[in-house]
């Protein structure tokens, strides 16, 4: 089981998008996949379909569950298929996360200890917070692989130096299993010489982990998660479905071989 955590402290470069479709895509593939929404503006929860609003549990009650130590609530309770993937939803309760677990000893190894109860999937997607908090700890700890959007938009590349030094911190300190899987350009648009620079930036700065498949700028990508379901299942010839697909062999190219 890979624990991949999609991460960049950027508000809007995709994560949540390339979270909700690398799942279904790898699905497509034949893997069996668990996508947990770990943000709390619960994007990714809308995104696949559930009402977050209406949620009586959610990832975050049954951090808070294990956190004090209780035992009252399980994966079972939360958990929610969509379309042959399983979701661990999420809602905007779990920004109390500093004040309400704030003091408990080991409040950044509870997803890590959760994802032990978990078998049976071959990757486990979690989609980050836009920030570099206890959350987006919780999923370090957790992962083996980050994965980092980039919108090649002129201010692309300011933050990384910074995102690299926080996971290098939980490297040193927390998870020396945790590596940068890979590094990928979202909302192309080839006719835009700026995105062709940033790209060229991004592959000298970020050399083999860049992955070559680019995700274009596509509005039907858009679309699909307005209508709740992934890019698969709304426009399966959209350039958008070619796009994540191929991100999504390369994907299991560089994870098995
Ligand atoms: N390939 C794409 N083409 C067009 N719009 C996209 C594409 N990828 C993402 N978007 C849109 O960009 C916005 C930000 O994406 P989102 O996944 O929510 O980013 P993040 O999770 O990093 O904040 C959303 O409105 C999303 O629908
Ligand atoms: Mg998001």
Redesign the pocket.
């Known amino acids: 089981m890979k624990v991949i955590s999609i991460l960049?402290q950027?508000?809007?470069?995709?994560?949540?998008?390339?979270a909700q479709n690398i799942s279904f895509g790898l699905k497509k593939l034949g893997k069996k996949v668990l996508l947990i929404d770990f943000?709390p503006q619960g994007?990714l929860t809308s995104g696949v379909g559930i009402d977050k609003r209406g949620l009586e549990n959610t990832i975050y009650d049954l951090m808070k569950d294990r956190a004090f130590g209780l035992q009252n609530l399980g994966l079972d309770d939360i958990m929610v298929n969509k379309e042959g993937v399983d979701v661990l939803p999420t809602n905007i309760r779990m920004s109390k996360v500093n004040l309400e677990l704030g003091g408990v000893p080991g409040r950044e190894n509870l997803l890590k200890e959760i994802l032990k109860e978990v078998y049976g999937y071959d990757y486990v997607i979690i989609?980050c917070p836009?920030s570099l908090d206890n959350l987006t700890f919780n999923a370090l700890i957790a992962s083996q692989k980050v994965y980092i959007?980039v919108q090649t938009e002129f201010y692309a590349l300011e933050g990384i130096v910074e995102l690299m030094d926080t996971i290098d911190l939980i490297t040193q300190r927390m998870n020396e299993e945790l590596e940068i899987g890979g590094v990928f350009a979202?909302?192309v648009d080839g006719r835009i010489k700026l995105h062709n620079e940033v790209i060229e930036q991004l592959k000298e700065f970020f050399g083999e982990r860049m992955f070559n498949t680019k995700?274009?700028?596509?509005?039907k990508?858009?679309e699909a998660?307005s209508y709740g379901v992934s890019i698969f299942d709304y426009a399966s010839r959209s350039n958008?479905a070619k796009d994540y697909l191929g991100l999504c062999k390369e994907i299991l190219k560089r994870e098995e071989s």
């Open positions: 960049n950027k508000g809007g470069v995709a994560k949540t998008t390339s943000d994007n989609d836009p959007p979202t909302m995700i274009r700028r596509n509005v990508v858009t998660s958008g």
